[in-house]
């Protein structure tokens, strides 16, 4: 794999599916992306889940965007608002993209390699 140009966290029970809301999610397989849209899977990173039937505690809300802060996207089955929204704040964008890893990655991968050729186009 070249250098890696961005790291993914994908909500996963079993590192093959993303299957897992964002709030119930244990763990997350961390990848790194390079600009052929190669990937390699760096780590398996278990977490408190935040999610207390329902109810989001603040604190534990902000633990568990901390288990991610050093990647650039989370790719879950589901996400609220207050999940996604404290993923902003860090500057982390959030996907629901359910189903194989492999396919959420390439999808992610077309979505960022379409919107820098819009922006080439535009000139920005």
């Known amino acids: 794999m070249d250098k890696a140009v961005y790291r993914v966290a994908l909500a996963s029970t079993d590192n093959r599916y993303v ?6 999610a ?3 397989l961390i990848v790194d992306v390079d600009e052929n849209g190669d990937y390699e899977e760096i780590e ?6 935040v999610c207390e039937g329902g109810h989001h505690n603040a ?8 288990g991610v ?6 790719l879950v089955a589901k996400i609220g608002g207050g999940a996604m929204g404290e993923l902003e704040d860090r500057g982390i964008a959030a996907f629901e993209m359910p189903g194989p890893v492999d396919a959420a990655i390439k999808k992610l991968d077309g979505y ?3 919107l820098k050729e819009m922006n080439s186009i535009s000139g920005q």
Do not use: Y
Request: proline fraction near 3%; hydrophobic fraction near 40%; aromatic fraction near 12%.
């Open 69 to 74: 802060a050093d990647c650039n996207f989370v």
């Open 59 to 66: 604190e534990k809300l902000k633990r568990g965007v901390d």
């Open 19 to 24: 299957d897992q809301h964002f709030g119930r």
């Open 44 to 49: 398996q990173r278990f977490v408190i889940p």
């Open 26 to 28: 244990e763990s997350f």
């Open 112 to 114: 960022l390699r379409l």
